[in-house]
């Protein structure tokens, strides 16, 4: 398949592009667009954002969530920041370097054009957050407060205490009910979207099921926008909210939505660590702790048993400052990562035994609160050690805390153009559902900004602008054929959705809940696909994969019935559906003979450094379904890189 | 690590209609769980028995969306302050109780959905009847077109901490939600951009919230207590005197316009 990007010529300057794109773009009269209804999928920063703005330009939206309210969306959780090239602080930042940074956080893997349109939007979204009424922190002279996040040299970051993510969604979310009280926007709460429904090559609806009453519900529309977050969970154990999965973007994958790069998983370095068999999520620590934190580990194995305290200063290894002096302890997050395991499989681990190892290491405040003095550091971190403590009962006042790495975000996603359209005429994915503008590694405080922009600023344009071309283009006509519910095409994919659950519902010998298997499947993920890649590691988990699946499909248990709220049912579908997202992970970690951002692959290295194959792999690899998940097929969008010169990323 | 013995008791109800009751389960807790992993190891188990597990709502296991919440030993939340159920840990129940009682977020406004799962979606219907700024997407203002004072901002920002999850509804004896109207009416009154619908933001507020079936406030200080977030009582104030300027305000602008 050609792959078209759709992204203006390149013979416009960058800075100019997305203002003549929409002023090429085709436009709805507002009279029309209640005629036209659009399904989102997702009430996250992306699809909250994007479902109160396209009602209140006056389409018809149906916008869906599984949680109890839209306020829930994992969006809610996130701590640290979002970014802007707002240049408040005057300390040369400009959209220009928002957009160097980001391409070449990237690792050199994202679309230039993409990448720009998001930085120049990022001072548009603290424009309407602001207001809207977001309490972001403020100086003592009322202005607007920033911070540097993740090791960036300007200070572009705004925040809201530690819960930037929660207060950027109750922004959107009020948006979005507000938008219901005037009708425009019919909000479906506890809902999971099943399927897509595609009528003559266009996507026209979805198939949901209603969690309160099992009912199987279809719902046609004219336009169908995914907002459905990430699939950190195919780990099993990650940062994410527990309920977050991939179902609708697989769903969608298997109807022929490319999906684009799914080994580009992030890795957070700074997470709590695993107590136990039991435990069903990470938590994460911000990663500004790095900021006063010193790593380290035991020098000697036999060490690491021993309380910190009694381990002296010239047997403690501070492996990122020694490894890296120039950054020290704020290398970025895969490079923290990495090292945090190579010390860990070297034996210097530390902490409780869990499943027979050592899996932590320091991250010590001791010289800061000297330095600094205690109040400072509760100033700054108290809220974050307070959570350290009600989860660990340690205090990292009086002891180091123990973090270890844990999946948190993830890069890849279901590929689309320029506009945000799938390869499925009339889909569109925003937020961290599309695979669009971090490319191989996304920046600290850059997800919230590019949930925000494709909600609230590219979507309703380019969703518009498909509606305007699909009517220009059939004149005198219907834009889009009626369809009811009860079409063939419908009445199909709500019956195999039935049947779908029926097979869920009844393996031949039932033994364990979808819990037992995801976990297994998790362990897979993470040792063979996580961290590190090799060849071997990953042809093994081809081969696991499908055995873990057979006896899934063999095994699986569900108790009650499908006619009722039954959250085991949910989850043995994302269960399923992980599975097969799973296996794809790895044909695309397997197929990318490079290292690149959170992909790395310890074939290819240099000095223990990710080493990048621009000559044969600056593409993305957008994946089509075949019907056989083990041989997917692989299609290139080659990746051109005009303004911002790739070159290596090194911090020694 | 140390484990130690627990019996739960536990509100099991299989839909609205269905008859409840109380149910038994026996559990080997680890100190270092949190109280919805050790549900999950219980839910586990029935499982692979044959039984239904127990249902109950969460997500983020952070404290932060609000979708978890029941009553544990007659608390809404359980008895560590400060904290949702998620973030609640084994070892506070390591010296006793080891009996722990379990169940629903009980209040008109939050129907049952099954077992501890409630209905809370009549918090969103306050929020729709005018808890927002209303402003297109588009160009507003730059952002610091506009400064607010800090301690404005902060307690603005205080107030916005609700995280929803209606503690303080199930642990006021008259089920109000006073609290969690309170807090939005008193993040988005107190900055600058909120002033133009504050009369009508907190008379419509109020009045969506009794018609939603929740009890009016007697001052009983519970939901402070609950609340995980430490949302302060002095917002209910605060709404109170909104709502009264408002009421005030429309009676003059109806009396005016009678008059001409
Ligand atoms: C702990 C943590 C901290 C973070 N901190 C930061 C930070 O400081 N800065 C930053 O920029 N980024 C941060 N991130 C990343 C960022 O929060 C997310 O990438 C972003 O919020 C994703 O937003 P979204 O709108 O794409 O999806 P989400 O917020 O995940 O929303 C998904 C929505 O889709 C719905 N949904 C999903 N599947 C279905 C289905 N099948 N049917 C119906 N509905 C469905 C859900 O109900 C939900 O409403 C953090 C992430 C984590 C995990
Ligand atoms: S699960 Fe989100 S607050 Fe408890």
């Known amino acids: 398949m050609e792959l078209r990007s759709n992204e203006p010529d390149k013979s416009i300057p960058i800075e100019q592009r997305w203002t003549k794109h929409k002023m090429a773009g085709k436009l709805v009269a507002p009279a029309n667009r209640r005629k036209y209804e659009i399904i989102v999928v997702g009430s996250g920063l992306a699809g909250g954002a994007a479902a109160a703005s396209l009602g209140e330009l006056g389409y018809k939206v149906k916008c869906f969530c599984f949680q109890d309210s839209p306020r829930r969306a994992h969006s809610i959780a996130a701590q640290g920041g979002i970014n802007a090239a707002k240049n408040y602080q005057n300390d040369g930042d400009s959209v220009y370097r928002l957009f160097y940074d980001t391409v070449k956080g990237g690792d050199f893997r994202a679309r230039e054009a993409n990448v720009y349109r998001l930085a120049e939007l990022s001072v548009n979204i603290i424009d309407q957050c602001v207001a809207a009424g977001v309490p972001f922190a403020r100086e003592y002279g009322g202005l607007l407060a920033n911070r540097s996040f993740g090791g960036a040299q300007v200070s572009r970051t705004f925040y809201a205490r530690g819960q930037t993510g929660q207060q950027l969604l109750l922004g959107a979310y009020q948006a979005l009910e507000r938008q219901v009280a005037a009708g425009t926007v019919e909000m479906i709460t506890r809902s999971e979207m099943l399927d897509l429904v595609v009528v003559d090559g266009k996507a026209r609806g979805i198939i949901t099921r209603n969690l309160k009453t099992g009912e199987i519900e279809p719902h046609v529309a004219d336009v169908v926008v995914l907002c459905t977050g990430g699939y950190g969970n195919v780990f099993f154990l990650s940062t994410n909210a527990m309920g977050s999965n991939c179902t609708a973007a697989w769903r969608a994958h298997r109807k022929g939505a490319l999906f684009a790069n799914p080994c580009y998983t992030q890795i957070h370095p700074t997470c709590i660590p695993r107590a136990g068999e039991y435990q069903g999520k990470l938590t994460l620590m911000s990663e500004s702790l790095r900021n006063d934190g010193r790593v380290w580990v035991p020098r000697k194995k036999e060490d690491c048993g021993k309380p910190p305290e009694q381990i002296a200063e010239k047997d403690r290894y501070y492996y990122l400052e020694e490894k890296y002096p120039a950054f020290g302890n704020l290398v970025p997050r895969d490079v923290a990562s990495r090292n945090a395991m190579y010390v860990c499989d070297e034996g210097l681990g530390v902490g409780p035994v869990v499943d027979g190892e050592r899996r932590a290491v320091y991250l010590d405040f001791a010289d800061a609160i000297k330095r600094l003095g205690e109040p400072i550091i509760r100033e700054r971190y108290g809220n974050l050690f307070d959570m350290y403590e009600r989860i660990t009962g340690e205090s990292p006042y009086k002891t180091p805390m123990r973090i270890y790495p844990a999946t948190h975000y993830t890069m890849g996603g279901i590929w689309v153009d320029y506009n945000l359209m799938t390869t499925i005429p009339g889909l569109f994915a925003g937020g961290e559902a599309n695979f669009s503008d971090h490319g191989a590694n996304r920046l600290g405080a850059s997800a919230l900004m590019q949930g925000l922009a494709d909600g609230y600023f590219v979507l309703p344009y380019t969703v518009g602008n498909y509606i305007g071309t699909e009517a220009s283009k059939r004149i005198g006509q219907r834009t889009f054929p009626e369809i009811g519910t009860d079409h063939p095409e419908v009445q199909k994919t709500l019956k195999d959705v039935k049947e779908r659950i029926k097979r869920l519902m009844s393996a031949p010998e039932p033994k364990y809940g979808p819990d037992y298997f995801h976990r297994e499947l998790g362990k897979i993920i993470w040792t063979k696909c996580g961290m590190s890649r090799t060849k071997e590691g990953l042809e093994e988990a081809l081969r696991q994969i499908p055995k873990l699946r057979a006896e899934f499909d063999k095994h699986l248990k569900i108790t009650g019935t499908g006619e009722e709220l039954n959250q085991t049912l949910e989850k043995a579908g994302r269960v399923e559906d992980f599975f097969e997202l799973g296996q794809l992970m790895c044909i695309d970690a397997l197929t990318r003979e490079e290292s690149c951002g959170g992909h790395f692959r310890a074939e290819h290295e240099e000095d223990g450094e990710a080493a990048r194959d621009d000559d044969n792999f600056a593409f993305v690899s957008a994946w089509g379904y075949t019907g056989d998940t083990a041989k997917p097929e692989l299609n290139k969008e080659p990746l051109t890189f005009d303004y911002v010169k790739p070159s290596k990323r090194s911090y020694k | ?260």
């Open chain 2, 1 to 260: 690590m140390s484990t130690f013995n627990i019996t739960l008791h536990v509100w099991r109800q299989k839909s609205p209609t269905a008859q409840g009751k109380f149910e038994d389960y026996k559990v080997e807790a680890d100190e270092h769980m949190s109280f919805l992993e050790m549900l999950d190891v219980v839910n586990e188990d029935l499982i692979e028995k044959g039984k239904e597990p127990i249902a109950f709502d969460h997500d983020c296991r952070e404290g932060i969306c609000g979708m978890c919440g029941m009553v544990i030993n007659g608390e809404a939340h359980g008895p560590q302050k400060l904290t949702t159920t998620c973030q609640l840990h084994m070892r506070q129940f390591k010296n006793g109780p080891f009996d722990i009682w379990i169940e629903p977020f009980r209040a008109a406004g939050f129907p049952l959905v099954k077992d501890l799962v409630v209905d809370r979606s009549g918090f969103d219907r306050i929020i729709q009847a005018g808890g927002y700024i209303s402003i297109r997407t588009g160009a507003p203002l730059d952002a610091n077109a506009t400064p607010i004072p800090k301690a404005v901002s902060d307690m603005a920002m205080d107030a916005a901490e609700c995280i929803g999850c209606g503690a303080c509804v199930a642990a006021c004896p008259n089920a109000s939600a006073s609290l969690f109207t309170a807090a939005k009416i008193t993040h988005l009154g107190l900055l600058p951009q909120g002033q133009a619908e504050r009369p009508e933001r907190a008379r419509n507020m109020v009045t969506a919230m009794d018609n939603e079936g929740f009890g009016s406030c007697t001052n009983h200080g519970e939901c402070e207590s609950a609340c995980p977030k430490g949302i302060s009582v002095d917002f209910i104030a605060r709404m109170n005197r909104d709502f009264v300027k408002a009421s005030a305000t429309a009676y003059d602008r109806a009396a005016k316009s009678d008059g001409d």
